[in-house]
């Protein structure tokens, strides 16, 4: 089965954008929301992607649409949190 | 000890623009938007907040609209040869800087370049430009405020006829961003170009362009293409903002002093740095205007003046002028036509030039006192 999808990524056209998204949403106290290196799995132009739990994904999307920081797609993703504290150690492809 | 050439570039920068620097070079250092690792990542936060804070101190509400460049020629460069193509006119006044009239004179014979001529203290009347704009005008390009005497254009009511007759208004901010409160929305300006190193407070080798929200990129075409780390899959450029503008590595040790000089104007405000140099420059004015001898090429006008100031002292050479207050009184000016031609040429100071002293957030008014003693003794040691 499947692992239930615990965070969505969102696919920008650019790390600008990307990076610019982040900035946004970390700001609007948007939980775990952070870029990270585009998963394997997940087909994009652009090396990063902006990752948000997927409970937020009505709001974040709210937030980008009000300030007019277009995205290209959005995707499901599971996500293993190894360590909250250090997101440098999280698994990209946790299964 | 002064330095009085901040118009050139400024100096000191905060402490804040050299720990970024260092803070980059030290613990980030990776190309931003190349790579997803976090070092990458991190490279391209510190471009995002050069990027937000030039979008709010131009008052443009999408950051994607700030395409960063080497300095503001880079920029010129981009727009006046992207607008102008081969053909058609362009507009600009005779207190430009050569970073606007030479890419126009390349442009030549395929362009026509009209002239709004300014007076000997470097001003203008609005009105000149309805004389001059006509269906065939593809640009109006101003330079805010002149490097050579610190006379500020009116920016406002030359870019209100510019809209009216549907002509790109292309704002040259070299000498007045960072230090002349700039608004793209009320002063209906279409692109404004910058420089990160002097009023902005940054280093050198970053700049930049800011496009209105009301100005429709894809009449302007890009300069350059190349790398963007986007797109990469293809041959061709994209033509999103703002990697339609940014081919190439960008300099971002260079952003994120930028960022930096930002921060601690944004600390300190605009308002606050302006009044601070229009108080030493009133000081220079009123004490330089008692030296006999000493003759003022900037206006007192303190609304329509930044803080550069050119003057001559009759009977000396600029050069002989300069070299005095560097070896005997430690003050750094600048001698000469200040790449300005043109604009000494409004004054009446082509082809001998000026001194040009220009004052910065930093200065003392101790300083300025000392400067004039100087160019009193200077001025009299003459007569004897």
Known sequence: MAPTENFIVILFDSTNHAIRAEDLVQAAGFKLARVIPTPRDISSDCGVVLRVLAEDKEGVLELLEEKGAGWRDVVGLHQKIIDVEDDIKWGLHGE | ?384
């Open chain 2, 1 to 384: 000890m002064a330095y009085f050439d901040n118009a050139a570039t400024s100096w000191p920068k905060p402490p804040c623009v050299k720990e970024a620097i260092a803070d980059f070079i030290d613990n980030i250092g990776a190309n931003p938007g190349r790579s997803g690792h976090s070092q990458s990542i991190e490279a391209g936060r510190v471009v995002n907040r050069a990027r937000v804070a030039v979008a709010d101190i131009f008052n443009v509400a999408d950051p994607m609209r700030v395409a960063f460049s080497h300095n503001a020629t880079h920029s010129l460069n981009t727009v006046l040869r992207g607008l102008l193509g081969n053909d058609g006119e362009a507009i600009t006044s005779s207190m430009e800087h050569n970073s606007v009239i030479r890419p126009l004179r390349d442009l030549e014979p395929g362009i026509k370049i009209h002239i709004i001529e300014c007076d000997e203290l470097g001003r203008m009347a609005p009105d000149a430009l309805n004389e001059l704009i006509s269906p065939q005008t593809k640009v109006v390009v101003i330079n805010h405020a002149s490097n050579v005497n610190g006379s500020i254009a009116p920016i406002r009511e030359l870019a209100s006829i510019a809209r009216d007759n549907g002509v790109p208004f292309v704002l040259d901010a070299a000498q007045t961003a960072g230090s002349v409160p700039i608004d793209m929305k009320r002063d209906l300006i279409d692109i404004a170009c910058f420089t990160g190193h002097k009023s902005l407070l940054g280093p050198m080798g970053i700049g930049g362009m800011v496009l209105g929200e009301d100005f429709d990129e894809k009449t302007l075409p890009r300069l350059l293409a190349g790398g963007t780390g986007s797109r990469s899959e293809l041959e061709t450029h994209p033509d999103f903002l703002p990697d339609k503008y940014e081919s190439g590595t960008l300099n971002a040790m260079g952003l994120a002093g930028l960022a930096a000089g930002l921060g601690y104007i944004q600390e300190r405000t605009i308002e606050d740095i302006r009044e601070k140099e229009a108080s030493l420059t009133k000081r220079f004015l009123d004490g330089a205007s008692n030296i006999s001898g000493l003759v003022l090429h900037s206006s007192s006008d303190q609304l329509h003046q930044t803080s550069v100031v050119s003057f001559n002292i009759t009977g000396i050479q600029q050069s002989t002028i300069g070299q005095l207050l560097d070896e005997q009184h430690g003050i750094m000016s600048r001698v000469g036509l200040h790449c300005a031609p043109m604009a000494h040429k409004a004054l009446g100071t082509f082809p001998g030039g000026t001194v040009r002293f220009s004052f910065g957030c930093f200065n003392k008014a101790e300083q300025v006192d000392r400067a004039l003693e100087a160019l009193e003794q200077i001025a009299s040691s003459n007569k004897k």
